[in-house]
């Protein structure tokens, strides 16, 4: 038995045989991830002092970041005595995991290849969750997907779902063919660590592809309810898709801090007069502040990795750039 020491001090025990993600959790730390696979990078941490193995896929790390210490501590187990860089997020104790009946509610379709849900549930059974965290939907034949909750926890205990189609999904081709108000369904969450810090007096940025704005639409209407002296300076919302049609949603903020919202096109035609490209370029083209920005990005897995080198590479702390990638299913 070996032991993790967290950069807060706090400390647990790691067998050989588990991932530091999984004995941090044995121990009731919680600390920083989403898929648990190795896939998206959420759960980095660089090492300070202590050896490591690697018992999982650890692909998503950079031949870079291997070289500057850092390890994913879902498929990483420890050697001997670790001290990683990081610190755990253990409020996330107080919103446990629970498998929940739930019935849909009413759905619509805000984009043509964009399915937006809303879950009801029986009296007293809705979900505890930080906006920003997503949960699994088992549906038929219990197949299992993941989705950001698309909204910050309300008195009526919906949960609101955008679910992008997915041509050959198994799960797609019941959302997108079948489903229809009063289907039961079941939900396990909250799950994931994409919630909001501490923003106060920085610039706080939104980066989203597609449905990645769902998130981003959670975390709005929650900071919608924050006050001084936690308000962040600025709340600036990028969100990216192709073509018009692609960006379904005005992100919209009532609350203290105005909120600029910037659209962007990659595919944009002649007469789009807004931002093109991608939004991590459109963001560094703006020469945002980088020492008084924290960004949280959300959407594909190529614009997580690429927002995520480029802004680190650009000035941004690592300790200030959260993502939540939306790893593919490959069924
Ligand atoms: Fe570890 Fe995704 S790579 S949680």
Redesign the pocket.
Same mark, same amino acid.
């Given at each position: 038995m070996t032991r993790v020491v967290l950069s807060n001090d706090k400390s647990f025990d790691a067998p050989p045989s588990s991932t530091i993600?999984d004995a941090a959790r044995a121990a009731g730390i919680v600390l920083e991830?989403?898929?648990?696979?190795?896939?998206?990078? !959420? @759960?980095k941490a660089r090492v300070l002092r202590g050896a490591t193995t690697p018992i999982g896929d650890d692909t998503?790390l950079s031949p870079a970041e291997r070289e500057a210490g850092f390890i994913? !501590? @879902?498929?990483t187990a420890a050697v001997d005595e670790v001290h990683l860089d990081i610190e755990d997020v253990s409020l996330l104790a107080d919103f446990p995991s629970r498998t929940t009946p739930c019935r849909i509610d009413a759905l619509d379709r805000p984009a043509p290849d964009v399915l937006r849900i809303s879950l009801r549930f029986p009296p007293k059974a809705a979900p505890r969750y930080l906006p920003g965290q997503y949960v699994d939907i088992v549906g038929p034949n219990s197949v299992r997907r993941s989705y950001s909750v698309a909204n910050a926890p309300s008195d009526d205990g919906k949960l609101e779902l955008h679910i992008r189609e997915v041509p050959g999904g198994t799960l797609s081709a019941y959302w997108f063919g079948a489903a229809k108000a009063g289907d039961l369904l079941r939900l396990e969450g909250p799950k994931g660590t994409f919630f909001l810090r501490d923003v106060a007096g920085l610039d706080l940025v939104f980066l989203a592809t597609g449905t990645g704005i769902a998130p981003v639409k959670a975390l709005l209407e929650g900071l919608a309810h924050r006050v001084e002296p936690g308000l962040p300076r600025s709340v600036t919302v990028l969100w990216g898709g192709r073509t018009p049609q692609d960006l379904y949603w005005q992100p919209t903020m009532d609350g203290p801090v105005a909120l600029e919202y910037v659209p962007v096109l990659s595919r944009a035609d002649a007469d789009w007069t807004g931002a093109r490209g991608h939004v991590q370029d459109v963001l560094l083209q703006r020469a945002p502040d980088l020492a008084r920005c924290v960004v949280y990005a959300c959407g594909s897995e190529t614009m997580i990795e690429n927002a995520s080198s480029r802004l680190l590479a650009a000035g941004l702390s690592a300790k200030r750039f959260f993502s939540d990638a939306f790893v593919s299913s490959s069924v």
């Open positions: 993600l991830h989403s898929c648990k696979t190795g896939r998206c990078g !959420t @759960c998503s994913l !501590t @879902c498929t």
